[in-house]
């Protein structure tokens, strides 16, 4: 398999998070220098404590005989043990057997009551896809709706690599609209319809619309509003719409919650309700549960024609079935102990526990990047990342050029030797031209996070005086 005969579109395909940064920053640690891995959005990883009660459920199941020991009620509580029964009288054969390729019927139940819970309307379990991740979920649609070249899928900018590399992969074209850094990340619609016009007129059939909610790179939460208007936009222009509502647990502020765009569909009524498609996306790797290895997620489809999802089922079928054990997780999420249960007080003082540990280092991030020389940054309202704006001298982007480096990635990679802090940087993402951003998550270990941004603040303030010129920068 020589590399000149590869498929030319695994060739164009680019996947900043695990680029070039983070592969420097590998080679750095084999040398024993320490390296905080703030590239990607890995809780566990940056030592968040996995929530105990679906780790009981989960163990119980994957050694059943620990179910028939007679001590088995000294070690885990009796809702977990009853837990554990429940899924596996929903399996075949325990978690070693293939499920249905939409995932195991009864967790699939469970994550159509979480829906109507979370939305106020019905769901139905036969629309619901269990995936390997949400990430499996989302190449599945792309794969479903991307013919060839010619079809265009409207991308945020800022955006989750995800989507341009499966884009470029399936040979499809990314169509690109951009978020308002000076309106905290918010959307436009007439950048919208520009970037529809503009696309058309080159010939490309846009086919759908991602949104990112909350946001990845850039943090923000869509408004009610804004999704009314993002619906009424797919429905005008015939777009499936595809919403990424990966960290819909992860908000860090009360002004504006977390809505999904499922609800506002179904609350704008007739016709939307009933004609725009829609596909939504979960999963257990983000949120309090941060289960990222675990592979578990779902997808729910809105207004699909029935004969669209058969050929969904179909390429689903393929793979055979989704991760059973991350199915279990995933029902766990979704139906997590009530009040009143055994083991309630603990997961509730644990999960909450989680996210104010995450909000306070939204603000310390936020507030440590703002007073760095040259930085700029809007608070993180949610998911786990900061997007810094970093406002390079000429004589830095000179000196990148000369590197033969991207500015952003010359200066990261400055970062990385300095600090050992492994970011991402903005161009992976996509940003406006002459613009540099860098990406890190809000997961360092709190008590860590103070020397974190001191040391980030050091190395900045040392590279800006080094690479200063007589042009002045206005902050945002």
């Given at each position: 398999m020589e590399y000149e005969s590869l498929n030319e579109n695994v060739k164009k395909c680019q996947y900043a998070v695990r680029g070039e940064l983070y592969l420097r920053a590998s080679e750095l640690q084999k040398e024993g220098k320490k390296i905080i891995f703030t590239n990607v959005g890995?809780?566990?990883?940056m030592g968040q404590k996995p929530l105990t009660f679906p780790r009981q459920v989960v163990a119980l199941?994957?050694?059943?005989?620990?179910?028939?020991?007679?001590?088995?009620?000294?070690?885990?509580?009796?809702?977990?043990?009853?837990?554990?029964?429940?899924?596996?009288?929903?399996?075949?054969?325990?978690?070693?057997?293939?499920?249905?390729?939409?995932?195991?019927?009864?967790?699939?139940?469970?994550?159509?009551?979480?829906?109507?819970?979370?939305?106020?309307?019905?769901?139905?379990p036969e629309l619901i896809f269990l995936t390997d991740g949400a990430s499996k979920g989302v190449m599945q649609i792309l794969n479903c709706v991307i013919r060839n070249e010619r079809d265009g899928i409207l991308v945020p900018v800022p955006q989750y690599p995800l989507y341009s590399a499966t884009i470029s992969l399936l040979g499809g074209s990314l169509v690109p609209y951009y978020l308002e850094e000076s309106e905290n990340w918010g959307l436009d619609v007439n950048n919208l319809r520009q970037s529809v016009a503009q696309a058309r007129s080159q010939g490309i059939s846009i086919r759908a619309m991602?949104?990112?909610?909350?946001?990845?790179?850039?943090?923000?939460?869509?408004?009610?509003?804004?999704?009314?208007?993002?619906?009424?936009?797919?429905?005008?222009?015939?777009?499936?719409?595809?919403?990424?509502?990966?960290?819909?647990?992860?908000?860090?502020?009360?002004?504006?919650?977390?809505?999904?765009?499922?609800?506002?569909?179904m609350e704008m009524g007739s016709p939307f309700s009933k004609e725009v498609q829609l596909v939504s996306f979960h999963t257990v790797s983000k949120g309090y549960w941060g289960e990222c290895g675990q592979r578990g997620g779902y997808f729910e489809m809105t207004n699909i024609p029935p004969r669209s999802v058969e050929e969904i089922y179909k390429v689903a079928s393929i793979a055979l079935s989704p991760n059973v054990s991350a199915q279990i997780f995933m029902g766990l999420m979704v139906n997590p102990p009530k009040p009143g249960d055994i083991s309630y007080d603990q997961f509730a003082r644990e999960s909450k526990g989680i996210l104010e540990s995450l909000r306070?280092?939204?603000?310390?991030?936020?507030?440590?990047?703002?007073?760095?020389?040259?930085?700029?940054?809007?608070?993180?309202?949610?998911?786990?990342?900061?997007?810094?704006?970093?406002?390079?001298?000429?004589?830095?982007?000179?000196?990148?050029?000369?590197?033969?480096?991207?500015?952003d990635v010359f200066y990261c990679l400055k970062l990385l030797e300095a600090t050992g802090i492994s970011t991402v940087p903005g161009s992976g993402f996509g940003q406006k031209e002459g613009v540099f951003h860098l990406r890190t998550t809000i997961l360092p270990a709190e008590e860590e996070m103070p020397e974190i941004m001191d040391s980030f603040k050091k190395f900045n303030d040392g590279f800006m005086a080094q690479y200063e010129s007589n042009f002045g920068y206005s902050r945002m």
């Open positions: 890995n809780p566990h990883a199941c994957q050694a059943p005989f620990l179910l028939d020991d007679p001590n088995v009620g000294m070690l885990f509580p009796a809702d977990a043990i009853a837990r554990a029964k429940h899924y596996l009288s929903l399996t075949s054969g325990g978690l070693g057997a293939y499920s249905d390729s939409r995932g195991l019927p009864g967790v699939r139940k469970e994550v159509a009551e979480f829906i109507e819970r979370r939305d106020g309307y019905p769901s139905d991602v949104i990112i909610n909350p946001g990845n790179p850039t943090g923000q939460c869509l408004s009610e509003a804004n999704l009314r208007e993002i619906l009424e936009f797919c429905h005008k222009e015939k777009l499936v719409l595809l919403g990424d509502e990966v960290y819909q647990q992860n908000i860090y502020q009360d002004e504006r919650p977390f809505i999904s765009s499922r609800k506002v569909l306070r280092k939204a603000r310390i991030m936020t507030d440590g990047f703002n007073s760095c020389k040259n930085v700029v940054c809007n608070f993180t309202e949610g998911a786990m990342y900061s997007f810094p704006q970093i406002k390079l001298p000429p004589g830095a982007i000179q000196a990148a050029k000369q590197a033969g480096k991207v500015p």
